[in-house]
């Protein structure tokens, strides 16, 4: 059972950044692909980015050129670094390990998740 944690959320003025991190273990979670997701009030979990355990990477395109997907399986975590945030990035956001895809419904394991606020 591979479990979860989110870290770094918070509050940011638009344009500021945000590092999120998401702390793994249990299981054999480093051979999953590993992802992020976002929801927002009301509306749908969005696929944000994934990375498969070589280092590929995957983003949406609303999030390319602003965030970066990283992990560092020697201390079993993964990284979102957010640049110029907008208010419309504002969600709970949550990690989560599975098939490399922006699908939700490939990821068997998730986190809590960790709120990201981002005031105009």
């Known amino acids: 059972q591979v479990q979860l944690v989110e870290s770094g959320g918070g509050l940011v003025q638009a344009g500021g950044s945000l590092r999120l991190s998401c702390a793994a273990s249990?299981?054999?979670?480093?051979?999953?692909?590993m992802g992020w997701f976002r929801q927002a009030p009301g509306k749908e979990r969005v696929f944000v980015a994934a990375?498969?355990?070589?280092?590929?990477?995957y983003y949406a395109d609303s999030m390319k050129g602003r965030f970066s997907i990283s992990r560092d399986s020697a201390k079993n975590t993964m990284t979102l670094q957010m640049n110029s945030l907008k208010p419309e990035d504002t969600a709970v956001y949550y990690c989560?390990?599975?098939?490399?895809?922006?699908?939700?419904?490939?990821?068997?394991?998730w986190g809590q998740g960790t709120q990201v606020t981002v005031s105009s």
């Open positions: 989560a390990a599975g098939s490399f895809s922006s699908s939700y419904r490939e990821y068997a394991y």
């Open positions: 249990g299981g054999t979670w480093s051979s999953y692909s």
């Open positions: 990375i498969r355990w070589t280092g590929t990477t």
